[in-house]
């Protein structure tokens, strides 16, 4: 795992990234498989989608990945940090963990000896049951595999399993320190350190698992913000264990119609973004991610929406350090209402939103939770499940606003659940034309208006227009890349110079991506892509990329 510091110094941690032994299995159930009888006929990169590569390309079924490590005795964690979409983890035979939902982090343990030990993953990339978060129709290709990295850690008595950092004031330079363990003896010595300076030793008793909070002043340290973006480097040790985590001294809210960063209002300008390659997937090798962010940044962008899945940590490490806010989202894209009122639905976002958080809460660029992307929000079903998620948002971090994509802002029924509104529209694109786009973004804005919102931060989360790279007409019609930049110039002059309401904007989308097998949606994308893109799916820009850049940079 790829990540800008060593979450761990003292912590026994093995990277299992590489080539594992892989074996596809296709359309068998898992429950039927005896690992003794696989033959591991292939290899595949981890992280990697294994249907991203040549062989195995646009298949469906179950695959299995093994190899060894040489460990010693302990608790022995291995952290996933995101496997498409189901899977389940053996350890030397013996089944210790099934998981479904890609794109977050999680953990398999169990107790061994030390020496060789065997590790095998079946990964499923069907739909159905087993993975209840994922559909075929949303409008990606949702490819699988181990497509994060993946580490083993070992423990001994006393092990740290969470570290959360809030800003309690900025003005006071003061933060609430969370620490989340479990233990096998009954005290244990804790240090705390920021930024190397001691802040804090004694000796705490201990519970079979629970959490320790302290409260801490750091002075020293300067505030983050997108123009400044201060890091700070925290590190606990418990015991043997240790964890050290990275943030930024900062306080969002909302006030007057804008979202406000350590009290100062800011505009978000900037794009959605999905993790997806023709080549790797949703894998998003280091090299990528830096040139996604540098083009990020050479647009001007301040925001960024992780479009429509939790994005990868070391992403989010680069947002940190280049002051670019994101909108963090948990997986979802138009579910109908039959499966929002599913239970077993409902049980897998509410897992899923709590490993995102766990995962990403220390981030200071992430300003903003996100839940269920143009889902129902319009239906009286859709309502309580939309009140359940965003509470769970609430309950797990009071310190961020939550929001979600609205599909049809002008017949939306949940706008009063959430803290910033946001509406995905397509004027231009879907109905209307060029001429529609002023009158569109201004009715929206009444409508939030009208229904009491006036006070709360309004983003358009997504406009945009398909283009093919290089395509272009003397009439300048639909799907032209001339058409797609005369797009975006009218909405980007419109809400930074027609009207004021508007705080925020999310451009469809920074590049273009692979879209679903299913028919319906496929016949819809040129490609088999979606090409709304301002670069294409290899970052090669169109002409819109120059006009918004220009008008970012304004
Ligand atoms: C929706 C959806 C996006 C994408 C977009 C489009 O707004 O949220 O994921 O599908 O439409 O391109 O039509």
Redesign the pocket.
């Known amino acids: 795992m790829v990540r800008r510091f060593s979450p761990h110094v003292l912590r026994t941690v093995t990277d299992l990234d590489g080539v594992w032994d892989f074996a596809y299995l296709g359309d068998v159930d898992p429950d039927d498989v005896a690992l003794d009888d696989l033959a591991f006929d292939d290899a595949m990169a981890v992280p990697g989608c294994f249907d991203a590569t040549p062989a195995y390309a646009g298949r469906r079924g179950l695959a299995a990945y093994r190899t060894r490590v040489l460990t010693r005795a302990g608790r022995q964690r291995l952290v996933f940090d995101g496997v498409q979409h189901w899977c389940r983890v053996y350890w030397n035979g013996r089944p210790i963990r099934d998981h479904a939902g890609g794109f977050t982090r999680f953990w398999a343990e169990t107790d061994a000896q030390g020496g060789e030990a065997e590790i095998t993953v079946l990964v499923d990339n069907r739909f159905g049951d087993r993975s209840p978060l994922h559909m075929e129709h949303f ?1 990606w290709y949702h490819f699988g595999g181990i497509s994060r990295g993946v580490e083993l850690h070992v423990l001994d008595g006393v092990r740290i399993d969470g570290l959360e950092i809030d800003t309690l004031s900025v003005a006071e330079r003061r933060i609430e320190v969370r620490i989340g363990y479990t233990a096998e003896t009954a005290s244990a010595p804790l240090t705390i350190e920021c930024d190397g300076r001691a802040l804090l030793a004694e000796s705490v008793d201990l519970d079979p698992s629970g959490s320790i909070t302290r409260t801490l002043e750091i002075p020293w340290a300067a505030p983050w913000s997108p123009a400044d973006p201060n890091l700070s480097l925290l590190t606990v040790t418990l015991g043997e264990d240790d964890q050290r985590e990275r943030f930024g001294l900062r306080e969002i809210a909302t006030a007057n119609g804008r979202i406000t960063v350590n009290g100062e209002p800011v505009r978000l300008l900037g794009v959605n973004r999905h993790e997806l390659h023709p080549q790797f997937g949703h894998t998003q090798p280091e090299s990528l991610v830096v040139a996604d962010v540098q083009q990020l940044r050479d647009l001007g962008c301040n925001f960024v929406r992780g ?2 899945y939790p994005m990868d940590p070391l992403f989010l490490d680069l947002c940190d350090e280049s002051g670019i806010l994101v909108w963090s989202e948990s997986i979802g ?1 138009q579910y109908p209402v039959e499966h929002l009122t599913d239970p077993a639905f409902v049980d897998a976002q509410l897992a899923h939103i709590d490993e995102m958080v766990a995962a990403a809460r220390n981030h200071p660029s992430i300003i903003l939770w996100g839940v269920l ?2 889902c129902p929000s319009w239906s009286e079903d859709g309502r309580p499940v939309y009140a359940k998620l965003l509470g769970r948002l609430r309950e797990l971090d009071a310190t961020r606003p939550v929001t979600y ?1 609205s599909l049809n802002a002008h017949d939306d029924q949940c706008f009063d659940l959430v803290d910033v509104v946001s509406a ?1 529209t ?1 004027p231009g694109w879907y109905f209307g034309g060029l001429a529609d786009i002023p009158a569109e973004l201004d009715r929206i804005a009444a409508r939030v208006d009208a229904l009491g919102h006036a006070d709360k931060p309004l983003i358009i989360s ?1 406009i945009g227009a398909g283009a093919v790279p290089g395509w272009n007409d003397a009439g300048g019609s639909l799907w032209t890349e001339d058409y797609q930049a005369a797009l975006l110039a009218t909405v980007i002059d419109h809400i930074t110079e027609g009207q004021d309401r508007i705080s925020g904007l999310g451009i ?1 989308v920074m590049g273009d991506f692979t879209t679903t097998e299913h028919r319906e949606m496929a016949l819809k994308r040129p490609r088999g892509l ?1 090409d ?1 893109g301002l670069v294409d799916e290899y970052r090669r820009p169109k002409q819109s990329y120059r006009v918004v850049r220009e008008r970012f940079r304004r």
């Open positions: 409008d479009s429509h894209w992307n143009e994509a995905n397509y997504e469809w979606n709304k």
